[in-house]
């Protein structure tokens, strides 16, 4: 092979590499303008939701925050009503109790007054 056989050879070799280089940036460069119009797309979605968020969540938390402090209310009563009828059952309880240890101490002594009778005769 003489010299100049060997060049165009070399020169058919490095165009070749310099057309596929220059392909290669041009689809690699339409993906990117494709990856950064997706990304601003991306972004403009993400705030318009961001902002849709905070003007829907902030009277939805009020809306929360009135029925917690509703049910509160609601336990406070409740625990109330509970406590009132825990303190009537243990005073009818208490007077049950004493009313029967006084008829079961009159019914003892009677008993004990009628066994002593008894037993003198």
């Known amino acids: 092979m003489s010299v100049e ?3 165009v050879i070399l020169n058919h ?3 070749f590499l310099a057309v ?3 392909v290669i940036l041009i689809v690699v460069g339409c993906y990117l303008v494709k990856l950064i119009k997706d990304l601003s797309v991306l972004a403009k979605n993400v705030n318009e939701t961001s902002i849709m968020l905070n003007c ?3 009277p939805t938390l009020e809306e929360l925050n009135e029925t917690i402090h509703s049910i509160n209310s609601l336990v406070q009563s409740t625990d109330e009503g509970v406590g009132n009828v825990k303190v009537g059952i243990e005073n009818a309880l208490s007077k049950t109790k004493a009313f029967s240890e006084s008829l079961l101490g009159g019914f003892f002594k009677g008993f004990m007054t009628v066994f002593s009778l008894i037993k003198r005769k």
Do not use: I
């Open 20 to 22: 596929s280089t220059a």
């Open 13 to 15: 070799g490095l165009t």
């Open 5 to 7: 056989l060997s060049q």
């Open 56 to 58: 829907e969540l902030k």
